[in-house]
């Protein structure tokens, strides 16, 4: 079934409004949504600390004694919590931008008219709000059972519910978290919606230009955009380690892993469709080199022909159709997504100077 069989009508379409209508009033120009962003996430922190200030352990908060280690943890997760569901929440924005940036790119070389594309990207393109919903509940769901994988669950040692005897921030921390949670499962639905619409989109191109393949760029633009974001959580994730790397470690470890097979799956589902039509127009130019060698007749007469040139620019030509890629992918792409993926490792060490810097701005050092 192509992407115009399942076309919906006009009160279909009605019936399920694009997600993206709700989230526009904060698609502002520019840096706009990371500076709100950067601004929510400083609210959450300012109340966070005032509602320390206001309880009864603030002298702990700004203490150096050994008792002050737990609410001062508990302050610098609520950091990285919030800075994850901030960091996502702006993500959201420009994902969708990028994304529709390049269905605008593709118009030109896919083989659908333009009414019917228009249609189509009004109503197929972006998730509707109940697939969304339905992902933002499954990734709060998640990030409460995340909280088991915390080996202190299994030692008997450790409640993650009891928030009377977790401190003052352990509610922050459990609304907070299910936000991000929230955030990573909209996230997630919207990305695995966009890449599947992109590897079916692909499947429509007009007939290719091996020679000129760079109009696919988009569909490799949106995989690698794909992996930079998950990346960039997984690294603000990833900076616990330094609190507490014998909790955190196992969590860590679980959530890299993740992330590096959904980044393998951003990587290349968008480009499948794509990669598909490239192989078929390969084998059609193969299949067309092969038999007009055949025409000529077998390679000892041709030199006591005046076939020899034509020969040679057949081979040649067959020389340059296999070397055209199938994925817009190079080896040093993949190099570099490698290296992408270990930045999470690389931000422990950043972890510990920012850490070292907060301790040092509230007088914990």
Not at 78 to 96: D, E, K, M, T
Not at 137 to 145: N, Q
Request: proline share 6%; hydrophobic share 50%.
């Amino acid at each position: 079934m192509t992407l115009m069989d399942s076309t919906p009508t006009a009160s279909e379409a009605r019936a399920t409004p694009p997600f993206w209508s709700v989230l526009r009033p904060l698609d502002r120009p520019g840096w706009q949504p990371a500076l709100i962003a950067f601004g929510a996430w400083l609210l959450i922190l300012t109340g966070g600390l005032l509602h320390v200030t206001l309880s009864d352990q603030s002298h702990l908060f700004y203490s150096r004694r050994p008792e002050a280690m737990g609410i001062q943890g508990d302050f610098i997760i609520l950091c990285i919590l919030s800075a994850g569901f901030c960091y996502l929440s702006a993500v959201l924005i420009y994902q969708h931008r990028l994304y529709e940036q390049v269905l605008n790119d593709l118009r030109p070389i896919v083989d659908i008219a333009d009414p019917a594309y228009r249609n189509l990207i009004r109503t197929r393109s972006a998730p509707n709000q109940l697939s969304m919903t339905i992902g933002a509940l499954a990734g709060v769901g998640l990030s409460y059972l995340w909280l088991l994988l915390d080996p202190r669950v299994y030692a008997g040692d450790y409640n993650p519910w009891d928030l009377t005897s977790l401190g003052v921030l352990a509610p922050w921390h459990r609304v907070i978290g299910g936000l991000m949670g929230g955030a990573i499962g909209a996230f997630m639905n919207s990305t695995i919606h966009s890449a599947v619409f992109l590897s079916r989109l692909g499947a429509q191109l007009k007939p290719l230009d091996l020679f000129d393949l760079s109009p696919l760029r988009p569909f490799a633009q949106q995989g690698v955009a794909n992996v930079l974001w998950l990346t960039g959580f997984t690294t603000i994730f990833a900076t616990t380690y330094f609190l507490d790397p014998n909790v955190f470690l196992v969590m860590i470890v679980a959530f890299v892993v993740m992330n590096a097979i959904l980044s393998i799956c951003g990587l290349l589902l968008p480009v499948t469709g794509m990669a598909r039509r490239i192989h078929t127009r390969k084998e059609i130019e193969l299949d067309g080199i092969h038999k007009a060698l055949k025409e000529l007749g077998p390679a000892r007469d041709l030199a006591h022909s005046g076939h020899l040139t034509k020969s040679a620019q057949l081979l040649a030509y067959r020389s340059f159709v296999l070397s055209v890629p199938i994925f817009p992918y190079t080896v040093t792409t993949f190099v570099r997504m490698g290296l992408f993926l270990l930045i999470p490792l690389w931000s422990w060490a950043a972890s510990a100077v920012v850490g070292r810097g907060v301790g040092t701005l509230f007088g914990w050092e």
